[in-house]
C-alpha cells in the first residue's frame, strides 16, 4: 500500500505543509501517525484522494464545509444517485452566487471605463482641473461637487 508523507504531498499538490496540517485539523485528512511519539505523519491513497478533491473543491471556491460534505458523500456507500443529486445542487447554488458576483464586477468594470473615459476627454481639453473633476459625478449638483459649499448653506 502506498504512502506518502506530508512534504510529498505538499510538493505534488503545490500547497505548503501548514495548509494539510490545516485540512487535517478540520477533519477532511486523517493521517496515522509513525516515528518516536507519533511525530511523523504517514497519508494513504484514501487521504491523497481526499486531498486532491479538497482542494479542487476549493478551485470551485466551495466551502470547506460543502467540501467536506462531498468528500464524504464520495467515501459514502450509500446511493450514488442521491450523492450526484446533491452535489449538483451545491453546484447550482455556487453558480448562482459566482453569477451573481459577475453581474456585480461587470457593473463595476462599466463604472470604471466611464471614469477612463472621463480622464481622457479632460485630458484631452488640456483641462488642468485636479482629481475631483475627474471624479465628481457630472450630474451632481453644485454642492454636492463643493463640499464647502453645502456647509456654508446647513451650517457647520
Known amino acids: 500500500m502506498a504512502t506518502f508523507t506530508i512534504t510529498e504531498l505538499a510538493r505534488e499538490f503545490d500547497v505548503t505543509p501548514r495548509a494539510i496540517r490545516f485540512y487535517e485539523d478540520q477533519g477532511l485528512l486523517a493521517p496515522t501517525r509513525a516515528g518516536t511519539g507519533g511525530r511523523q505523519r504517514v497519508y494513504t491513497q484514501r487521504d491523497r484522494t481526499r486531498l486532491k478533491l479538497t482542494l479542487r473543491g476549493k478551485r470551485l471556491g466551495l466551502s470547506l464545509s460543502e467540501v467536506r460534505d462531498l468528500v464524504d458523500m464520495y467515501e459514502s456507500p450509500s446511493d450514488t444517485a ?40 479632460l485630458l484631452a481639453r488640456g483641462t488642468k482641473a485636479g482629481p475631483a473633476a475627474a471624479t465628481a459625478p457630472t450630474s451632481a449638483s453644485p454642492a454636492a461637487r463643493d463640499p464647502a459649499r453645502a456647509r456654508r448653506r446647513t451650517g457647520p
Open 82 to 121: 442521491a450523492q450526484l443529486e446533491r452535489f449538483l445542487q451545491v453546484l447550482a447554488g455556487h453558480r448562482g452566487t459566482l453569477e451573481r458576483q459577475l453581474e456585480d464586477l461587470q457593473v463595476t468594470l462599466g463604472e470604471i471605463a466611464a471614469h477612463e473615459a472621463r480622464c481622457r476627454a
